[in-house]
């Protein structure tokens, strides 16, 4: 039976430096890889044998095929690296509802069912990484809906580790991280005007690698990340709320 690594949103950004980077972590037999461009997909660098799995896993139908999919080849799964998502920086009425909908169809729905579908398959050992953002700490006006899924996936990863048995999750959180995530993002309102700090996915996943081995339940690269995960857990969020107008040059309530 297979040892596999399963790793969605591995076309780009950070999934598709997990997967560059696989060996940094343990030794797998096949890395399943999972995007919608079955050609990204083909081209990947990889220390290990690649399966390429195109799939858009925001429509429901994706993950049914998935599920399909591991009960045909019934891996041994060590490793399972939700990736996938994307957010949309504008006022939450001004971002079209589809829009809305759709991060909290790939960002929440679509992490729960591969969780939920893969870890049967999981063997003793196992660990899950999801991945969620320093967004989830804080509300954050105009990036309201994203802010909100991330919140879920962090909450929902630390509660998951306490019922797994058998396998460990942990929540990466990177801070502005330089992606094609933000080619889809930012909006013709450019809400964003001014990022305290701009990571590297290498750095990031390089940080991850290090966390997932000590068993961590959260990952936070960067002193800046790590200060103001500090910060915005003692403030009050009105608070933080406004610094975040502030600095952005946004109108408060």
């Not at 870890?119 to 969620?132: F, Q, R, T």
């Not at 990952?219 to 800046?224: A, E, K, N, R, W």
Request: proline share 5%.
């Amino acid at each position: 039976m297979k040892k596999i690594a399963i790793i969605t949103g591995a076309s780009s950004g950070m999934g598709k430096r997990f997967v560059e980077t696989l060996d940094e972590y343990g030794s797998f037999d096949e890395v399943w890889a999972v995007a919608r461009r079955r050609e990204a997909l083909e081209n990947l660098s990889c220390p290990y044998p690649v399966k390429p799995v195109a799939l858009d896993l925001s429509k429901p139908e994706a993950t049914d095929e998935f599920a399909r999919l591991l009960e045909s080849e019934k891996p041994r799964v060590g490793l399972l690296i939700n990736a996938a998502g994307y957010g949309k920086f504008d006022a939450v009425m001004d971002v079209p509802l589809g829009d809305n909908l759709g991060m909290v169809d790939l960002n929440c729905r679509a992490l729960i069912a591969l969780t939920q579908l893969t870890v049967p398959y999981m063997e003793k050992g196992g660990l899950v990484i999801n991945i969620a953002s320093m967004a989830a700490f804080q509300p954050i006006p105009y990036i309201a809906v994203y802010g909100a899924t991330k919140a879920f996936v962090l909450s929902y990863s630390r509660a998951l580790r306490r019922e797994l048995k058998d396998a460990d999750v942990m929540a990466v959180c990177p801070y502005w991280t330089k992606t094609a995530f933000f080619d889809r993002a930012v909006s013709e309102n450019n809400v964003v005007k001014k990022y305290a700090v701009m990571y590297k996915p290498e750095d990031i996943v390089a940080q991850a690698w290090k966390d997932a081995k000590k068993r961590k339940e959260v990952s936070v690269y960067g002193f800046t990340a790590r200060g103001q995960r500090l910060l915005v857990k003692l403030l009050p969020h009105r608070l933080v709320m406004n610094v975040w107008m502030r600095q952005q040059k946004l109108k408060a309530k």
